[in-house]
C-alpha cells in the first residue's frame, strides 16, 4: 500500500465516479494512471479501498471463504473479484496482494480492476 491514504481514496472516488458514469475507458485510463503514479501497490490500495465500499458498514465478522459453489463457472474476472472482496472482508491484504499479482501474471489485471469497478458500482446503485 502507498503512505498517501488520501491519494488512494481520491483515486478510488474518481474510478467509482467514472464507474456510475459507466466511462470503463476513463475507469482504465484512471487505473493506469494510479500505475503509473504509484504502481502495482497504489492499484492494490485502490482496489481494496473499492472491496470496502462493496462490503460496506457493519459487514458481519468471521470468516469469508475464498470458494463458494459455482465459483470455478464464472468467467476469471468474476472469480477473481469475488476471492478479492472476501480476502478484504477476512481483512487478508496478502492473499489481496496475491489476487492482484496472479492477475497481473495472467495479463488479466485490466479486466479484473473493470470488474471491481463495475461490480463497486452496481452495490452502490442497489443500495439506492
Known amino acids: 500500500m502507498t503512505g ?3 491519494g488512494v481514496f481520491e483515486d478510488a472516488a474518481l474510478v467509482l465516479d467514472r464507474a456510475l458514469a459507466g466511462d470503463s475507458d476513463a475507469v482504465a485510463d484512471t487505473f493506469n494512471e494510479v500505475v503509473g503514479k504509484a504502481g502495482v501497490s497504489g492499484v492494490t ?3 481494496w479501498c473499492l472491496a470496502s465500499t462493496i462490503a460496506g458498514d457493519g459487514q458481519p465478522s468471521g470468516h469469508w471463504s475464498l ?3 459455482g465459483i470455478e463457472d464464472a468467467t476469471y474476472d468474476a472469480r477473481w473479484v469475488a476471492r478479492f472482496v472476501s480476502a478484504y472482508l477476512n481483512e487478508d491484504m496478502h492473499t489481496g496482494q496475491a489476487l492482484i499479482g496472479a492477475a497481473d501474471a495472467d495479463g488479466i489485471l485490466s479486466e479484473c480492476l473493470l470488474t471491481l469497478a463495475g461490480s463497486t458500482a452496481a452495490t452502490l446503485r442497489r443500495r439506492g
Open 45 to 47: 490500495a485502490v482496489a
Open 4 to 6: 498517501d491514504s488520501h
Open 67 to 69: 470458494e463458494f459453489e
